[in-house]
């Protein structure tokens, strides 16, 4: 258990998806300029994280392993990845127009999110289990979730200061992410002292 | 547009990294030395003009075009991620120190926006001479983008500029000159940000001064006529 | 015809993956070798870091989650050297050290070998000698590590080191 809660907690913040690993930083300049979208957006890679992290680890222990093959590690995934952001959306239109209508606009942006394709291949040079796979993939959705949606708090009243305009967009959202990124790194002293 | 503007564009007006803002992961990621930067940008060139050469042979050829068409996203996907298994397996057999440093990113170039952007927006409506040198200038223009931020980190960060190996160049002197000491941040996550960002504000400042001037001359050219 | 085309479209692609997962077979079996000769030459130029591998016989002992590379005289089979390769959690990722001892529990030294808090930072950090049994006082890891590598980790290392040390060249590793 403690061991899960380690995952977790690394997972969340000390190795931040965002401001730690660098993956997923397209959408989160992108994506974070208002708080309605970054939340679409977080719930979005969470959903299609959980799921593509389960099928990869699973067809890449059962199948690639066994089978010799992990070489065809990198091609299996991202098709895998690419394939199950179609059906989503397809499934999602039929099922729950009202939940395609809020999250469906961020499912094809997703595909080429390297946060997606990074968790998946984290999992596996982690060597988890089943289980600190889900843990581990579940608070990394969540971390980033966090993380955009501080951000696009931020960035609402950023749009509103008086940046110098030579900052305005891109720039002064990266410098923001810094001390963001220094706080979440920070943490780590904290649990140091701690324990 | 001339072979040479077409190689060009990738470097200046149309920089995958500083103009479209694409590629930010590695970006920020990979430029703690100058070295990895470099080593990504050997992956990202072989990789970039491999997948326009083969993506555009296939587009090129009338009936597999009108074949692929339908599904020509998931056929693109497939070129570029043989092409950098391709190249994982060799940077472990012969680069594997840049293997080990560069890490996770190796395979994630499969998801860099800019070699399916310019698969899409390229390689699949030109010539296959053309889009190499498409390729070719968007991967060195990437490239040149990296090394710069890395210069910029690594310097500020240790003082030295790891080339490649054993090959560094011991830049500390100047900051015993100014009698302070490297900023170890720079190597982490926050200065990665922080110069990413700075890197994008100049640049926007040189831009906006460089169209202030041009504005500047047409008025005065259209005051004189 | 419509639905005809779809299926074509399928084949085509079908056949595309077919093609590139030759390729990359081909390239796997052409590498495979190598990676694993570049892999352990990795690992044994660590250790060359402290002594020179020739005048030994080297031997791995797997553990839970680490190695011994075990240096045994070549005459008299009599452990000569130790060097762990031990790993404890720092800031962020874990830390992954070499720590190489002598018979008379000195440490030759030690060097970072994978730490993923400050990425790309180098990982050597090769210290001199000293004299573990002198060592009452652990603080002094402190300015070691510095600030880069989380001094928590690695004094969980060299407590770990101490703890087997006198064990292992005692025989505790002749199982």
């Not at chain 1, 099922?95 to 946060?115: D, E, H, R």
């Not at chain 2, 555009?56 to 497939?78: D, F, G, Q, T």
């Not at chain 2, 800019?114 to 698969?119: D, E, P, S, V």
Request: with cysteine.
């Amino acid at each position: 258990m403690s061991d899960f809660i380690a995952i977790a907690f690394s997972a969340f913040i000390l190795q931040n998806i965002i401001l730690t690993q660098f993956l997923g930083i397209c959408p989160f300049i992108g994506v974070s300029t208002k708080r309605s979208s970054a939340l679409g957006m977080g719930f979005a890679v969470i959903f299609v994280m959980l799921i593509s992290s389960s099928v990869t680890w699973l067809l890449y222990h059962h199948v690639l392993v066994r089978f010799e093959i992990t070489y065809l590690r990198t091609i299996v995934f991202i098709l895998v990845i690419a394939a199950l952001v179609q059906m989503v959306e397809t499934f999602l239109k039929k099922v729950s127009p009202s939940l395609y209508k809020a999250l469906g606009i961020y499912l094809p942006l997703i595909t080429t999110n390297c946060a997606i394709l990074g968790v998946a291949v984290l999992n596996i040079s982690n060597e988890y289990n089943f289980g600190q796979m889900l843990v581990y993939t579940t608070f990394i959705g969540l971390g980033f979730l966090f993380v955009i949606y501080i951000f696009s708090m931020m960035r609402e009243k950023l749009d509103r200061a008086p940046v110098p305009k030579a900052f305005k967009g891109a720039p002064i959202a990266l410098i923001v992410a810094a001390i963001l990124a220094i706080i979440f790194t920070r943490f780590g002293g904290l649990i140091e002292w701690i324990s | 547009m001339t072979k040479k503007e077409n190689f060009l564009k990738g470097i200046f007006k149309e920089n995958p990294l500083f103009v479209a803002l694409l590629g930010m992961c590695p970006s920020l990621a990979v430029t703690t030395s100058v070295e990895n930067a470099l080593g990504m940008t050997i992956a990202v060139i072989f990789v970039l003009v491999l997948s326009n050469f083969i993506i555009s042979l296939i587009m090129s050829n009338e009936k597999l075009a009108k074949l692929v068409r339908p599904v020509r996203i998931p056929v693109y996907i497939v070129v570029i991620a043989t092409l950098v298994t391709v190249v994982e397996m060799l940077m472990h057999a012969y680069l594997i120190s840049l293997y080990k440093s560069l890490g996770i990113f190796i395979p994630l170039i499969v998801v860099n926006c800019i070699i399916l952007g310019r698969a899409e927006a390229f390689a699949a409506d030109n010539k296959p001479v053309d889009s190499i040198i498409d390729g070719l200038g968007m991967a060195v223009g990437f490239g040149v983008a990296i090394v710069i931020v890395s210069v910029f980190r690594e310097f500020l960060g240790t003082g030295l500029l790891t080339i490649w190996g054993d090959l560094q160049i011991n830049l500390n002197f100047i900051f015993d000159f100014l009698r302070i000491s490297p900023v170890g941040m720079f190597t982490q996550p926050a200065g990665a940000f922080i110069s990413l960002g700075f890197i994008l504000a100049i640049i926007a400042a040189v831009a906006a001064k460089r169209q202030e001037k041009q504005e500047k001359q047409a008025k005065e050219v259209k005051a004189n006529v | 015809m419509k639905k005809n085309n779809g299926l074509i479209s399928g084949l085509v692609l079908l056949s595309l993956g077919l093609i590139c997962g030759l390729l990359l077979a081909l390239v796997n079996e052409l590498t495979f070798d190598r990676i694993e000769a570049e892999e352990l030459r990795l690992k044994f130029e660590a250790i060359e870091e402290f002594y020179d591998i020739d005048d030994f016989e080297l031997e791995e002992v797997v553990l839970e989650d680490g190695s011994i590379y075990v240096l045994r005289n070549q005459n008299t089979s009599e452990i000569e050297h130790l060097v762990y390769s031990l790993t404890a959690s720092g800031y962020g990722d874990v830390v992954e050290m070499l720590v190489a001892v002598n018979v008379d529990l000195s440490i030759e030294g030690y060097t970072v070998t994978y730490q993923n808090e400050s990425p790309g930072i180098g990982t050597k950090i090769v210290g001199n000698d000293f004299n573990y049994n002198e060592a009452d006082d652990l603080s002094t890891f402190d300015s070691i590590a510095g600030a880069t590598v989380s001094s928590n980790a690695v004094k969980a290392i060299f407590n770990q080191v101490a703890d087997r040390a006198a064990d292992d060249f005692g025989g505790g590793l002749d199982d």
